[in-house]
């Protein structure tokens, strides 16, 4: 199987039946290269998609290898698995990636597949990268079997493939790897003197493969090219026959990255999860997630419109001030910034996770909205309308309104709606917070409405 240069290098390791021979190892090749499984056997990680009976287990074993698409976070497992799935097989593996790659070199893959009548298996990393004329391209030969599609993708094939090639594939989700998944990585890796670094002379303990892991943040080719720095690192600083220290794995370590984009689907993950917590009324985590955001390098900015968003959907009039509070955090990032704009943040997202809740609001704006929808636009009774001329005071407009200021208690009990909607009712303030009172005034305005008592 000819060597994969694309950059998702290395996302699963091997198990203890693992002694692939099939492969030279190359001295020069990054560790993560070197420790690639070379068939299903070997490979650790994923057990719901390879357990004994799982889907894709069941694929392979069955030598039945359909077009398919592996989405996962980066270092997961995709290219690595559409590697072994090709060599089980017995496929030819022909590797593109979408950054790169376009119709021609589709078309030069699928031309070596005709003329040499030989299974090949098209794997096309970053698949979400092809544009639709692109992707249409591949479909008459996915549809013929000319080549059998193993695409790889970060994002959501629901929103970055087109339905026609998405429904000629079956789609497999990997998960990032776990922490226990990483370490079983790090220590075959530090173990291994074929194609690891167990010749290497510096050893690892388990606070060093504890360290590595959790700087990896679930990404295997991540976890490897970190020992394989820390490696170099203590060799040259402290020499052979050391073991890895905590400060040569944050050298090599250094900033750790998290797994954020701002227009991709981690990004509406992340702000999801933020807006769900404060929902649920759990600041520790919202704080957590705004944290998460921040740090990743989020615009401040866009966290703080979000937070104004949700004081008027989610809390509205049982804590009016929470607009407030959220208006202003919103104005304090307009004007100092980062960093010493965290504090404020902080603040708006623990009040509005700990006030009470009403979404009252934002029902009544859509109720609203589908009376318009249903009634278009009916005429505004004669009693509301502005009456600047004499011609328009003479047509009746203004005729009988009554100023609620001059009334006893500030209030008329005449309906304002057209009269086709006249006992509409939008507004239903809840029980919690400040609209316990609302209610109690609304509901004794409407029954004076209701009755026209004054």
């Known amino acids: 199987m000819p060597p994969d240069d694309s950059q998702d290098s290395m996302e699963l390791f091997p198990s203890d039946e693992a002694s692939p021979t099939s492969q030279p ?17 070997e490979v650790v990680g994923q057990p719901d998609l390879l357990r004994e009976g799982a889907a894709l287990r069941s694929l392979a074993d069955s030598d039945a290898l359909p077009s398919l698409i592996l989405w996962g976070p980066p270092g997961c497992g995709k290219t690595t698995l559409a590697r072994v799935l090709a060599g089980g097989a017995h496929a030819r593996f022909e590797p593109l990636s979408a950054v790169t ?38 479909l008459p030969h996915v549809e013929a079997g000319t080549v059998t599609l193993i695409g790889a993708t970060t994002e959501n094939p629901s929103f970055e493939v087109n339905a026609p090639l998405l429904s000629r594939c079956r789609v497999f989700t990997l998960s990032r790897l776990a922490g226990d998944a990483l370490a079983e990585l790090i220590r075959r890796a530090a173990a291994d003197t074929e194609r690891g670094l167990g010749d290497s002379g510096v050893g690892v303990d388990d606070a060093g493969v504890a360290a590595i892991a959790h700087a990896a943040d679930g990404d295997a080719r991540r976890a490897l090219g970190l020992l394989e720095a820390a ?53 520790d985590a919202a704080l957590y997630y705004a944290a998460r955001m921040l740090d990743a390098g989020e615009d401040a900015l866009f966290l703080a419109r979000r937070l104004v968003i949700f004081a008027s959907e989610d809390i509205g009039n049982a804590d009016p001030q929470a607009l407030t509070v959220a208006a202003s955090g919103h104005l304090v990032i307009e004007r100092i910034g980062m960093p010493e704009g965290r504090l404020t943040l902080a603040q708006v997202v623990t009040y509005l996770a700990c006030a009470p809740k009403s979404n009252a609001s ?35 407009y203004g005729r009988d309104y009554e100023y609620p200021h001059d009334a006893e208690d500030q209030f008329v009990a005449r309906s304002n709606l057209p009269e086709e909607i006249g006992a509409a009712r939008f507004y239903e303030p809840t029980d919690s917070g400040a609209e316990v009172e609302i209610r109690k005034r609304l509901d004794a305005w409407r029954e004076r409405r209701k009755t026209g008592e004054h």
């Open 25 to 41: 190892v190359d001295p020069r090749a990054p560790l993560a290269e070197r420790m690639r499984p070379r068939t299903l056997g």
């Open 101 to 138: 790659a376009g119709v021609k070199e589709i078309r030069e893959v699928v031309a070596r597949a005709k003329r040499d009548r030989r299974r090949t298996v098209l794997f096309l990393d970053e698949l979400h990268r092809l544009n639709r004329a692109q992707q249409d391209s591949l």
């Open 231 to 283: 490696t170099s690192i203590q060799l040259r600083t402290a020499g052979p026959g050391t073991v890895l220290s905590a400060e040569t794995i944050r050298e090599a370590a250094g900033t750790r990255l998290l797994v954020h984009d701002r227009d991709r689907e981690e990004h509406y993950n992340v702000v999801s999860a933020l807006i769900k917590s404060l929902r649920a009324s759990d600041p």
């Open 362 to 396: 934002y029902v009544a704006i859509q109720r609203a909205s589908a009376a318009v929808e249903t009634h278009g636009s009916l005429p505004v009774p004669m009693h509301l309308r502005n009456a600047p001329t004499a011609l328009m005071k003479g047509l009746g």
